[in-house]
């Protein structure tokens, strides 16, 4: 009897998984296998809020294949060792798995591919809607800007998106361990799986996200992107279910997503290394970091954002940016700083999204304007005008009314709350208590 693996690792679904429709297709047994890799915890990536969230992913998806016959088979250590480990158990002959863009899934891909040879079988478009090289501009590797990019992405043919499988005949005698449970340090986390995600989909007005996206209380987002980034859902499913009336918005934020993967791909080095080098010289402020971590900087907007992401392992999208914005570009703090907290404890952290975002913000990245600043309080007038967004994550506030709550300085009473750690001014940024200006 034939049997073949199918390696699970960012992609963690039933539907529409070309990794799992291979191994089927071409074997009459499968093992669904994923590896709790040794080597994410040493690099520091396995942190509590993901590994929960795993956690969860891992149990749903196992119950999933038991629905269907199967079992998920989980073994924990190095992903190629188990991996050829399983193949010496079950006498399979082929290895599905989904290509990857991060430094540590290439070379995981390359070692892999060393063992197997022509027994590993490489899938595309399974982490992200288009393949990273399926567009490049003329005589490059990559886009370097966005909006061209997206031409491009726009007209390229997606794959039709595949029915999840009836069943899933699994060799007997192959041992996995159990699903470890893990303690978030975020308690508001959200729950993993692929049955949550497409809940949460479902439950989604995705018609509505170009008019609320940016309102801050109003958290109309989908919050979609930690089931993204552990592949619970397909990107490519997701663009053409959403690509009507409506939905175009949304369309551009995952062809975003796509952007900074194509990005990674062809410069793994800008993980850790400015895209395009401007010369910064950064200011070094331990005391001002741990403000700008700990939601303590005394702009209630940047504040509120900053705690949103303790509690939840999340944070809206224009919160990010003005975030970073604020340490990056107001505290002038290097953006490594910033990009390692929110990889401590973001559900979604990705490497690509992440990184390059962080570098757009601080003008080395994709961004063609480097010296983008984003006010808080501009920022806080027009997308928390009321200061709803404020009140519900700074407790100190909540009794400050409407939008008197972002200059919390100005009350004619006191708060409990610390003073501004830098004055912002038309002009310049400096040191310093803010005035009345």
């Not at 793994?268 to 001002?288: I, T």
Request: aromatic letters at 8%.
């Amino acid at each position: 009897m034939t049997v073949a693996v199918a390696l699970f690792t960012q992609d963690l679904r039933l539907r529409d998984n070309p990794v799992l429709r291979a191994a089927l297709a071409g074997a009459e047994e499968v093992v669904p296998l994923f590896v709790l890799d040794d080597g994410v915890r040493a690099a520091g990536f396995a942190v509590p809020n993901r590994a929960a969230f795993l956690a969860d992913c891992l149990r749903d998806l196992d119950e999933g294949l038991r629905a269907r016959g199967g079992r998920l088979v989980v073994r924990g250590g190095d992903t190629v060792t188990e991996t050829l480990r399983v193949l010496a158990r079950t006498g399979a002959t082929a290895v599905h798995l989904a290509a990857g863009v991060s430094g540590f899934a290439r070379r995981r891909e390359e070692r892999l591919q060393a063992e197997l040879g022509k027994r590993l079988h490489v899938h595309d478009a399974v982490l992200t809607a288009l393949a990273p090289g399926a567009v490049t501009p003329a005589g490059k590797d990559h886009y370097a800007v966005f909006t061209p990019y997206f031409r491009a992405w726009r007209q390229a043919p997606l794959r039709r998106p595949l029915a999840a499988p009836r069943a899933v005949r699994v060799p007997a005698g192959v041992e996995g361990l159990p699903v470890p449970t893990v303690r978030p340090d975020s308690p508001g986390l959200p729950p993993g799986g692929e049955s949550h995600g497409r809940r949460r989909w479902n439950g989604w007005q995705v018609d509505r996200y170009e008019q609320v996206h940016d309102d801050l209380a109003g958290d109309g987002t989908s919050r979609l992107s930690p089931y993204l980034h552990f592949g619970c859902l397909s990107a490519g499913e997701l663009v053409q279910r959403a690509d009507g009336p409506g939905g175009e918005a949304f369309v551009r934020q995952l062809a975003w997503r796509d952007f900074h993967h194509q990005v990674l791909a062809a410069r793994p080095d800008c993980a850790r290394a400015d895209y395009r080098p401007r010369g910064d010289r950064w200011h070094h402020d331990p005391a001002e970091a741990r403000a700008w971590r700990s939601g303590h900087t005394g702009y209630p907007i940047v504040d509120a954002g900053m705690r949103q992401l303790a509690h939840e392992g999340w944070m809206h999208n224009r919160a990010r940016l003005l975030t970073a914005s604020f340490l990056a570009k107001t505290l002038h703090q290097d953006w490594r700083i910033g990009a390692a907290h929110f990889l401590s404890l973001l559900v979604d952290g990705d490497v690509a999204n992440n990184q390059l975002n962080w570098q757009w913000v601080a003008g080395t990245g994709t961004d063609t304007r480097p010296n983008r600043v984003l006010n808080p309080l501009a920022q806080a007038r027009r997308f928390d005008p009321d200061g709803a967004y404020v009140r519900r994550w700074v407790p100190e506030l909540a009794g400050v009314p409407g939008a008197a709550v972002h200059r919390p300085w100005l009350l004619p009473y006191p708060v409990d709350y610390p003073a501004p750690i830098i004055e912002l001014t038309a002009d310049r940024f400096r040191l310093g208590r803010p005035g009345a200006s």
